[in-house]
């Protein structure tokens, strides 16, 4: 796995690579409070299993400080989103295979300190009745926490935007689910806040399954999340 920088030309500063001899991958990357960055994704190197989480903490010379692939099953996990909370926690969100039935995808949030330590009782997962995957996570002005990413268990074959809000603890607060039609998969894989998370903008894409093929088309939608 890569990290570059870049300067405001788009020209390559700096680089330095993560992992192993496997297939080792990066997803998300974000800015920490002392300049450093976090990211986040897979690793197949490090671990227990076929795909693990793996964060990584590096400072502003792109110099590892910590790597953390505590948590892993037996099959395959993968991190999308990352932030730092306002107390300078680290939360994780995306799924894991390694659950009881091993069948579909759960979300899972993972939970760290700033030194990359994981927490008690985290990870947490939110298990429905089909495949569910967390693509972003961001932090609430309560302190709590709002999770996009989809579901098949509404709408069964074709992905539904789901929605979790969540309390300082990641349990569950309220759970929204945006059904389109029977023929489309809908996938939002980021989130942002604005104005006091009364605005949240999300970005993803939008495809449509019929007897003709189509394209996937890009989707922003604003979401009201009172």
């Not at 037996?74 to 069948?103: K, P």
């Not at 979300?107 to 947490?124: A, D, E, F, S």
């Not at 996009?148 to 074959?157: E, H, L, P």
């Amino acid at each position: 796995a890569a990290i570059y920088s870049f300067d405001v030309s788009g020209n390559i500063l700096d680089s330095t690579l993560f992992g192993g001899q496997k297939l080792d991958e990066f997803y998300s990357i974000t800015q920490s409070s002392d300049s450093g960055f976090i990211a986040t994704g897979n690793t197949n190197s490090l671990g227990s299993g076929q795909g693990d989480f793996y964060t990584v903490k590096i400072n502003n010379m792109l110099d590892s400080v910590w790597q953390s692939t505590v948590f892993g099953g037996e099959n395959e996990e993968n991190i999308y989103g990352v932030i730092e909370a306002y107390n300078e926690d680290i939360l994780t969100c995306g799924y894991s295979y390694s659950t009881i039935s091993e069948t579909k995808e759960d979300i899972w949030v993972n939970r760290l300190t700033k030194n990359g330590i994981i927490l008690n009782n985290y990870p947490k997962s939110f298990n429905f009745l089909e495949s569910e995957i967390g693509y972003d996570i961001i932090e609430n002005n309560d302190f709590g926490f709002t999770i996009i990413g989809t579901t098949d268990s509404y709408n069964i074959g074709f992905k539904d935007i789901l929605v979790i809000k969540t309390d300082y603890k990641i349990d569950t607060d309220s759970t929204l689910v945006f059904e389109f039609s029977d023929t489309v998969n809908v996938v939002l894989t980021s989130i942002h806040d604005r104005a006091n998370n009364i605005k949240t903008i999300t970005t993803g894409r939008s495809e449509e399954h019929t007897s003709e093929l189509q394209s996937p088309c890009n989707l922003v939608c604003r979401l009201l999340l009172e």
